[in-house]
């Protein structure tokens, strides 16, 4: 007997075909992807190397620019999740010991303060509880006690439907000799932010949110001021398809003109925070201006389990939408409505499922 015989049998499973259930993508991410955007996913692939790839990476590079709205040299879809892009930025700034400063106000801030942590940084934070947002005067108190090289923020925090006010942070980080790291993974394409004008150093984002596209490419912009820190390698077999279809999405984000995006999101979130308050429901944001129009947060209803209104809703409306997330578990519902599924029929059927609900889940009798 040869040295060929396997002991282990093909699995039963894979000789079945594979099954993927339609659903409707009303949660905080991933969203539906749009025929178009999966057609270019899957036209047949060329190398990673080939010049029509590199002639597809520019155009990429170009989609993001516009996306950013900036004229970093150093503009690039990276091969992985928001995390990788993430992970790669602090990662390339932070040298150990050095001082970083972490916003916290819900699970992105808790998420960078650990990996900075682990790369051997000095992570101080500044701490609001979810839903909460900090003054400039709180930043720039905390920059000027801790001197950091790399101060943190998320524009849209996600876990708790906020959308961080910008305007003077990255003037207030440069003054104090720190580069700006923002977080846009759930906000880009759907609220104002504008990388160059607002002097954020690195920004990122990821590719399932907003611009629609299958998760697994992240667009992320570096800054001149940041390229002084930089010790970047990156050369690998990069997902070609997932590229196809990124660049798709940043072509309709162009056809459609960025500020068309973020009122189109802002007109209906509006719709649907009217429904949900029609509803009898409390949104968890109070501010309309701090309220992501992308992710909206719904305070849990008194007399509901939250696990059994999202069970009840992905059963009988084939309709995602989820609870909290890290320290904002069991206080939120949050529905995402984002880029292809950002329109008034949905936001209505997201709410003629929820009125369902409300009826049929209800627990105690008031
Ligand atoms: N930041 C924010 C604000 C997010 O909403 C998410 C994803 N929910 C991430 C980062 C992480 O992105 P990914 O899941 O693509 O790694």
Known sequence: RGMSSVTIPPPACMLRPLEVPFRYLFGPGPSNVPPRILAAGGRPIIGHMHSEMFGIMNDIKKGIQYAFQTSNNMTLAMSGSGHTAMECAVFNIVEPGESVLVAINGIWGERVAEIAERMGAKVHTLFKTPGGHFTNAEIEQALAKHKPVLFFLTHGESSAGLVHPMDGVGDICHKYNCLLLVDSVASL?????????????????????????????????????????????????????????????????????????????????????????????????KDKDLRLPSVTTIAIPEGYDWKELLAYIMKHHRIEFTGGLGPSVGMVLRIGLMGYNCNKANAAMALAALEDALKQCRKSKA
């Open 189 to 285: 394409g759907a609220a104002p932010l504008l990388m160059d004008q607002q002097n954020i150093d690195i920004l990122y984002t990821g590719s399932q949110k907003a611009l629609n596209a299958p998760p697994g490419t992240a667009p992320v912009s570096f800054s001149e001021r940041y390229l002084t820190k930089l010790c970047f390698r990156y050369h690998h077999t990069g997902p070609v398809s997932g590229f196809f279809a990124l660049r798709e999405s940043l072509a309709i984000l162009a056809e459609m003109g960025l500020e068309n995006s973020w009122s189109h999101h802002t007109e209906i979130a509006e719709y649907l925070w009217k429904g949900l308050e029609d509803l009898g429901l409390k949104l968890f944001i």
